[in-house]
């Protein structure tokens, strides 16, 4: 499904669109010479905007929890990558260990839970769900909507303190579907022997969205001078904050003069393209996700008239944790709809390859908000065609798989920067 897009398919975009679809072979060389300087995150979800006249990731999220939206048949994909990705941490693997959130009421959450047990046996792994809930001293069954069951235990470290694993199971490999918004446990720190992944600097604890967005610049600047394409078509400007307290007028004037500057930069850039549309930035916090900490700004005044509610919003992200740290983001309208209802693309990937996706849709939303909100839905992406396979034949803009390798090239730029990001981040740098 490719759904409608409101805006003339005659804009930059087309030309954007010709423009990698004739440089495929040279374009997929060249992230085969990128993989071999970088390692992928075991895996990656990159949500996408389309706007018609530039198409950019505005979120990587490398724990991601929606693996139970892809399509069906798309799984024997996601288990061929799956299967790659073991191999190259533990290829005589036996165990996984699969460590989900907390927030075992979410029944959409444990269905991905459950579709990334299915997809891991499939690779020939015996799973099992260590939890890091606190107060869980012995195994508990959950029933899952589709009639199927899971079980979830507490963890334990080996006798020597050296491994992580379940009474009786000693996994080779520790995966983490749970992103570390409240802090890094010690029950994981320190292990030895084995595999954790993703690793700790990749949760939300010590990661930040800006060191995402420096990295995505960097690479995004190199693809785009081999495809002959202006950045800005691929990339969406921003402006770290830092630490910001909106509670005293100072931390008001400071978030203001960085919304003010970055909207400026993007009217010369609309002004370059003949882009009638509204600018608008979205101010959100540097670490989190969830959709949590994120509004929409047209004006660099609508900052100082912050409601308190629109405040509290604003410094609450998950688990309740205050929100200290800011980023302002270039908005990327949405002007793809699925029965009249704005959506945006969702690219999931396991290790360098694309595994599918979906279609985020908002019926309340605008084409200038945040769709990741109560009251979405989704829509898998019917990659009726392999992904990597565009029809080289057809006009831009009218084949699905033409768009969705569209989807899939700057998805993976997105991965590539997460990549380069942690390798950047690593606290402990030697070990690459």
């Not at 720190?189 to 967005?213: I, V």
Request: hydrophobic fraction near 40%; charge should be neutral.
């Amino acid at each position: 499904m490719v759904p409608h897009l409101v805006t003339a398919l005659n804009g930059p975009l087309l030309e954007l669109e010709k423009k990698i679809l004739g440089a495929t072979p040279a374009i997929e060389r060249w992230f085969r010479m990128e993989w071999q300087e970088h390692t992928p995150p075991f895996y990656c979800s990159v949500d996408l905007r389309n706007a018609g006249f530039k198409l950019a990731p505005v979120d990587t999220n490398l724990f991601p929890g929606g693996f139970n939206n892809l399509s069906p048949e798309m799984l024997p994909l996601a288990v061929q990558a799956a299967m790659a990705a073991i191999e190259k941490y533990c290829p005589d693997a036996k165990n996984l260990l699969l460590i989900p959130e907390n927030h075992t009421g979410n029944s959409f959450y444990l269905q991905n839970i459950g579709r990334l047990m299915q997809i891991f046996r499939q690779t020939g792994l015996n799973v099992r769900l260590g939890t890091l809930a606190p107060g869980v001293t012995k195994s508990r069954e959950i029933e899952l909507p589709d009639g199927t069951s899971i079980k979830l235990e507490p963890l334990e470290r080996s006798s020597n303190g050296r491994r992580v694993g379940l009474k009786n199971f000693d996994p080779c490999t520790v995966l983490l579907n749970n992103d570390l918004s409240i802090g890094i446990p010690s029950v994981l720190e320190g292990l030895h022997e084995q595999s954790l992944l993703p690793p700790l600097h990749a949760g939300w604890a010590l990661r930040r969205k800006s060191n995402h967005f420096a990295a995505y610049d960097e690479i995004c600047k190199k693809f785009a001078k081999m495809v002959e394409v202006d950045p800005w078509m691929l990339n969406p400007l921003y402006a770290r904050v830092g630490e910001v307290d909106l509670r005293e007028d100072s931390g008001s004037d400071a978030l203001a003069d960085s919304v003010s500057a970055l909207l400026s930069k993007i009217r010369k850039k609309y002004k370059e393209y003949g882009i009638k549309e509204q600018p608008f930035v979205i101010v959100k916090a540097n670490a989190g996700t969830y959709g949590m900490g994120i509004m929409t700004v047209k004006d660099a005044s609508e900052v100082k008239d912050f409601s308190r509610k629109q405040r509290t919003k604003l410094l609450v992200g998950k688990e309740g944790l205050e929100v200290s740290e800011l980023v302002v983001q270039e908005g990327v309208h949405s002007f793809e709809r699925i029965n009249e209802a704005v959506a945006e693309p969702v690219v999931y990937m396991i290790d360098r390859y694309v595994v599918g996706g979906f279609y985020r849709v908002h019926a309340d939303r605008d084409v200038n908000e945040n769709l990741n909100a109560p009251g979405a839905h989704f829509v898998p992406l019917a990659f009726a065609q392999q992904h990597a396979l565009p029809d080289m034949m057809a006009k831009p803009g009218t084949t699905a798989p033409n768009r969705f390798y569209m989807y899939g090239v700057v998805a993976r730029l997105a991965l590539l920067a997460a990549s380069l990001e942690m390798e950047k981040t690593d606290p402990n740098p030697e070990v690459y």
